[in-house]
């Protein structure tokens, strides 16, 4: 199993050029995630999805959309670059949101090196 | 609001003991993970506590108390494999139970 990839692994954009990310999981999960990571600051989540076909805002949406046509796939779009999202972009994915007395394990892509000129 | 505070960098020598602090304020806490994070890579799970006490896990151990919004990693024996960040995340019910991550706790071994 390759577990999750991301495509590309580096990519320099102009401002105001369109670009999108690939994620992909062969691990049959159904909760996928898109993060930026920035120095000095935390993983923030920019959307996330719980299932084909269905995406949801995580904290730091604006700027950004998404799309899971395929359970395997999400897709993270840049619409209009912008050199405030230059950052470090992660996918991850889960197999289930669990309750109190278990836990979900979220598995992470290798990452992608965006640099917004 | 939510927060969490990890201290930015430690450092430890070759075969000590180490321990990393979290401490969290969150309205609707329902579990905390621990995350390894070397440089230019991913974040890859190490531990996850969502009861008081403490989870051990080879090298790694990890403690929670719920009711002093606090957690720590214990990493013993240090290897010069242990460099890496530590993530702090906490699960939020009042986020549509989405982690909320610390900044991440930089270590640094040395021989």
């Known amino acids: 199993n390759a577990g999750v990839t991301q495509t590309p692994k580096f990519r320099v954009l102009k401002t105001g050029q369109s670009m999108t990310l690939l994620c992909a999981q062969d691990?049959?999960?159904?909760?996928m995630y898109w993060y930026r990571q920035d120095p000095g600051m935390g993983l923030r989540l920019i959307h996330y999805?719980?299932?084909?076909?269905?995406?949801a805002k995580g904290e730091v949406p604006d700027g950004y959309n998404v799309s899971r046509l395929k359970k395997q796939n999400f897709l993270l779009g840049l619409e209009s670059a912008a050199p405030s999202q230059t950052s470090v972009y992660f996918c991850?994915?889960?197999?289930?949101?669990?309750?109190?007395?278990?836990?979900?394990?979220?598995?992470f892509g290798p990452g992608t090196r965006l640099t917004v000129l | 609001g939510q927060n969490i505070d990890q201290p930015t960098e430690m450092t430890a020598t070759e075969g000590a003991i180490v321990q990393i602090n979290c401490t969290y304020q969150?309205?609707?806490?329902?579990?905390l993970f621990w995350y390894q994070q070397h440089a230019g890579e991913a974040p890859t799970f190490l531990s996850y506590?969502?009861l008081d006490g403490l989870e051990e896990k080879g090298r790694f151990s990890s403690f929670l108390s719920r009711s002093k919004g606090y957690s720590y990693l214990l990493l013993k024996e240090l290897q010069m494999k242990d460099s890496a960040s530590y993530l702090c995340?906490?699960?939020?019910?009042?986020?549509?139970?989405?982690?909320?991550w610390g900044a991440g706790t930089k270590l640094i071994i040395k021989p």
């Open positions: 995340a906490v699960r939020d019910v009042n986020s549509n139970y989405q982690l909320i």
């Open positions: 969150t309205s609707g806490f329902n579990g």
């Open positions: 999805s719980v299932g084909e076909g269905t995406t």
């Open positions: 691990m049959n999960h159904e909760y």
């Open positions: 991850a994915s889960s197999y289930k949101l669990a309750g109190a007395k278990d836990h979900d394990t979220q598995y």
């Open positions: 506590n969502v």
